[in-house]
């Protein structure tokens, strides 16, 4: 799935929703996963956990990207106040290589909805000029290699059902109770 010309490193994090790997190379992260789930408890403070970031040998030999992802979802858990000064990391899963309908849905998703917010896979859709295409978007969001921050977690049935998660119902629940709780603090 990634470059053949990409010599891909990993990276692994700590996170309230359990261990996260992020894979990339020097041009840019190529995908975050969960890779231990774990069932958040619903009354658990994402603050009180240490955020640990375990790399290769020497911080030199980190892409700057992976360095950059991991500190946008440390913020993301631990300082959201924090997350809009720092910048996005490259991107270079051969999904965001080409122009497509996928790429372009994930790329609207990551402006237009904010932390806190949801959308339906229909609104979506129509946001990208298909508002007929709520199956597509679904299957955009099945495909997404950088979940959390392309928030796939915030594309909802227009039923107002949770609808389905690559990371579980559950993790998707937790991320959508974390940011209206941050929302609230917020607007407090």
Known sequence: ??????????????????????????????EINLLKKMVPRPDHDSREAPFSGKGLKSPEEMPPALDECSAWLAAYFYAPETLEALPLPAFHHPLFQQDSFRRRVLW?????????????YQ???????????ARAVGGAMRDNPVPIIVPCHRVICSSGKIGNYSGG????????????????????
């Open 1 to 30: 799935m990634m470059g053949s010309a990409c010599r891909i490193k990993y990276k692994f994090l700590e996170s309230p929703l359990g261990r996260i790997e992020i894979s990339g190379c020097e041009a840019g992260v190529h």
């Open 108 to 120: 609207k998703l990551m402006t237009a909805v904010k932390l806190g917010d949801t959308i339906s």
């Open 123 to 133: 609104q979506l859709g129509a946001l990208v000029g298909k508002s007929g295409a």
């Open 169 to 188: 119902v559950d993790v998707k629940e937790w991320l959508l109770s974390h940011e209206k709780h941050l929302k609230g603090k917020w607007a407090a």
